[in-house]
């Protein structure tokens, strides 16, 4: 009688546990904004060499970026991101100003969030290096396609 007692027991036991609530890696994550590169001259599609990007209000930092292609965090609790760009000791500020929608995965993975960019982001600059910029993707979704582009 308690053999089958302590079987009981172990049995409801093992039934009334839950399935581990686990992010597993590689699962979805807040998309970063893409940012290409177009030579203002030849109009193509160019690497750049930046001294460094920072972020205000963030503490983004990038330390001497070389590439076709910049990848960035947006602000999830703010309306606007803010990233001072250095080319040959000349800074831009970047501001990209966006909409914020957070979605629920799970207990584990928590929530991520997608943006929509709004038309009225903009640079602001002395004297320059970035000649302006284009919008081409409005929604960040997924990383793979790019957002804006930076004519220099």
């Known amino acids: 009688m308690i053999k089958y007692?302590?079987?009981?027991?172990?049995t409801l036991f093992f039934l009334s546990c839950e399935k581990d609530d686990?992010?597993?890696?590689?699962?979805?994550?807040?998309?970063?904004?893409?940012?290409g590169f177009i030579d203002n001259e030849s109009k193509?599609?160019?690497?750049?060499?930046?001294?460094?990007?920072?972020?205000?209000?963030n503490d983004s930092i990038i330390e001497s970026f070389s590439g076709n292609e910049l990848k960035l965090p947006l602000m999830v609790n703010s309306n606007e991101t803010k990233y001072i760009l250095e080319q040959n000791?000349?800074?831009?500020?970047?501001?990209?100003?966006?909409?914020?929608?957070?979605?629920?995965?799970n207990r584990s993975c928590g929530f991520k969030s997608n943006?929509?960019?709004k038309?009225?982001?903009e640079?602001?600059?002395?004297?320059?290096?970035?000649?302006?910029?284009s919008i081409v993707q409005d929604s960040?979704?997924?990383?793979e396609k790019t957002n804006i582009f930076i004519h220099y």
């Open 5 to 10: 007692l302590h079987f009981l027991v172990l």
């Open 22 to 35: 686990i992010c597993i890696e590689g699962s979805e994550n807040t998309n970063r904004i893409t940012i």
């Open 44 to 57: 193509n599609l160019t690497g750049i060499s930046l001294s460094s990007i920072k972020g205000i209000n």
């Open 89 to 105: 000791k000349v800074k831009d500020t970047l501001i990209i100003f966006h909409q914020t929608n957070h979605l629920y995965l």
């Open 115 to 117: 943006f929509l960019i």
């Open 119 to 121: 038309s009225d982001t």
């Open 123 to 133: 640079i602001i600059k002395e004297s320059g290096w970035i000649r302006e910029i």
């Open 140 to 143: 960040i979704f997924n990383e």
